[in-house]
């Protein structure tokens, strides 16, 4: 049976190989100009038969979004935007217990040239003080010292001590001048740092098919379809590709999703001609300069709360359309916090029991979570974090993987939507195969490589991932600490 991913027009079926299907229709030789196209044809057809879950390449490669190199170079760099901080409080340097008493000033040492002479700043609304414009702020050390005035007309009034100890935020509220004045509030720009990453060394795979292997394939064709009923009304350009081949680029797919996700940068090891081996900096290395937080019980709040720590301000709550990429311990962790949180509301029963008299069936589950002001949040299954490979990577709580409950948040609504991409080289994708008695097509006389019953497959390919604003992304990771 087919099944159609109508966004991308492909359907996908699977069956036994026919006459007609022979070099010419075949997938690889349809597409061999083109290997970029190749590829992200079969991300789409795994995706449309559920034949595998690679989320990384299906939002980048799978949704167009590959930044390709030019010219001679493996390197990428970027500007980083650094979102303007409060400034800080480094040093007390008032000796006063009762600092602005008598209306008198006093001085305060932030971390930042911040902050303009007649500009009011605050870290109590309820409090304001005003840099003074007779005594210009001046370095010293470690900051930078601010004369300033409390704003009050009562000589009683003074500024507690507690504000002018080291680690007190202070932002700019605005600025007030009198009669002829020169001065005025200055504009603070957002700082900009610069970040470099690197395309790691060449992903190859390689697998012999003997002449015995199973004679199934599958065929990927395009599709017209009615977007009145939103079915299928033709068929065309139908191309086929055995399933030996289907595995062999499942497996190829599968490491470029671990290298992707799993990779760390390193140049200091080395390959068997002597060279160096790079490796870049995978998703995972990446999101670990972001937002990271540990949590003991997953819930709503939680979710809500360490959301706006990583959103608050700068994507409006309504314009947010955050994916959490977790594995299936956190789909389940994700569906308890939420059943929890709807206990004793009224559900109408058709939403969750099926069927009737002796063939009843009961469930549901919570797979998007609908935010304050219309944002969303939309679980998205990371195989790759339910793999059992050792017992020092099971979570003492659970007994499962412990990446199978770590939540991985990325935020892919409105600019931040161009956050993820994939990079390449142009045309890095090679792949070709090597001809026994048997091929990829049926094979009827004409030239061969070698004697063997079988026939062999190579790839290679270079990809990396790069990732705009780390700022903008965050991880929730279960702690194994009662």
């Known amino acids: 049976m087919a099944n159609l991913n109508v966004s991308n027009k492909l359907v996908v079926s699977e069956g036994k190989r026919l006459s007609g299907m022979v070099d010419t229709n075949h997938l690889q030789m349809f597409l061999q100009e083109s290997p970029e196209k190749f590829n992200k044809v079969l991300t789409m057809a795994f995706a449309s038969r559920n034949i595998q879950s690679n989320p990384l390449l299906e939002l980048t490669e799978g949704r167009g979004k590959v930044r390709f190199l030019e010219g001679n170079t493996d390197f990428w760099t970027w500007d980083q935007q650094i979102t303007p901080r409060p400034a800080v409080v480094v040093e007390n ?188 900096y995978g998703f995972k290395q990446q999101l670990d300069w972001g937002h990271v937080e540990s949590y003991n019980t997953f819930s709503e709040k939680l979710l809500r709360e360490f959301l706006m720590d990583v959103f608050f301000g700068r994507v409006s709550s309504k314009n947010r359309n955050v994916v959490l990429l977790t594995g299936e311990y956190g789909f389940m962790l994700f569906d308890d916090a939420f059943k929890r949180a709807t206990n004793g509301f009224f559900m109408n029963s058709d939403k969750f029991v099926t069927g009737s008299g002796m063939d009843m069936g009961y469930g549901f589950q919570f797979t998007k979570y609908y935010t304050i002001n219309g944002g969303t949040i939309t679980l998205k299954h990371l195989p790759s974090l339910d793999t059992r490979i050792t017992n020092t990577m099971r979570s003492k709580k659970t007994g499962y993987p412990k990446e199978s409950a770590t939540f991985y948040i990325l935020d892919l609504s409105g600019e931040a939507a161009d956050n993820l991409w994939m990079v390449k080289q142009r045309d890095s994708l090679h792949y070709g195969y090597i001809i026994g008695t048997r091929a990829p097509w049926p094979l009827k006389g004409g030239q061969i490589s070698n004697a063997k019953d079988g026939y062999t497959m190579i790839a290679r390919d270079r990809i990396g991932l790069h990732i705009e604003d780390v700022s903008m992304t965050g991880k929730l990771v279960l702690s194994e600490n009662s």
């Open 93 to 280: 340097v008032e000796s006063s217990t009762t600092p602005g008493i008598d209306k008198t000033s006093f001085k305060i040492k932030l971390d930042q040239d911040w902050f303009s002479q007649g500009e009011t700043i605050t870290t109590d609304k309820e409090l304001l003080i005003r840099v003074s414009q007779l005594v210009a702020p001046y370095k010293e050390s470690n900051g930078w010292v601010y004369t300033v005035d409390l704003l009050t007309d009562n000589a009683n009034d003074f500024y507690p001590t507690s504000y002018l100890q080291p680690g007190t935020e202070y932002v700019r509220m605005f600025g007030v001048y009198g009669e002829e004045a020169s001065q005025a509030t200055q504009l603070n720009f957002e700082g900009n740092i610069k970040l470099m990453n690197s395309l790691p060394d060449m992903i190859r795979k390689q697998h012999t098919v003997t002449g015995y292997v199973e004679d199934r394939v599958l065929t990927v064709s395009s599709a017209i379809v009615d977007p009145k009923t939103n079915q299928v009304v033709e068929l065309s350009d139908s191309k086929w590709i055995s399933r030996a081949e289907v595995k062999f680029w499942k497996e190829v797919n599968e490491e470029k999703e671990n290298s992707l996700f799993y990779s760390r940068g390193s140049s200091h090891i080395r390959g068997e001609s002597g060279y160096a081996v790079r490796t870049s």
